[in-house]
């Protein structure tokens, strides 16, 4: 059964930084894609960020160069550094996992097959 569990949420201000971190357990397949993605309150869920089996990461165009994915699968583990955070970063952030070494539409929540259950992020202005 593959579990995935979110940390290192909570509250900071404006032009603030959080990492987040994701650990993976229980995935028997052997190439697989991750992904973070995020929910404000009233707004569809969005991609963030996310990563393929070989490290190539792709990143919503609004947030270049502010976060960062990062994993290390020797640890069967997923990371996302947020730097100068905005209030509109607000939110739910989930991480994410999907069968296969890429993927069609990495920032799209309907390719991610296994999902955590959220870490609240909220940027005070």
């Known amino acids: 059964q593959v579990q995935l569990v979110e940390s290192g949420g909570g509250s900071v201000q404006s032009g603030g930084s959080l990492t987040l971190s994701c650990a993976v357990s229980g995935y028997t397949e052997k190439s697989y894609c991750m992904g973070w993605l995020r929910q404000a309150p009233g707004k569809e869920r969005e991609g963030v960020a996310a990563?393929?089996?070989?490290?190539?990461?792709t990143y919503a165009d609004v947030l270049k160069g502010r976060f960062t994915i990062s994993q290390d699968r020797a640890k069967n583990m997923l990371y996302l550094q947020m730097n100068s955070l905005k209030p509109e970063d607000s939110g739910v952030y989930y991480c994410?996992?999907?069968?296969?070494?890429?993927?069609?539409?990495?920032?799209?929540?309907?390719?991610?097959?296994?999902w955590g259950q959220g870490t609240q992020v909220t940027v005070s202005s």
């Open positions: 990563i393929d089996a070989e490290g190539r990461s």
């Open positions: 994410a996992a999907g069968h296969g070494r890429t993927l069609v539409r990495p920032l799209w929540g309907a390719e991610y097959n296994y």
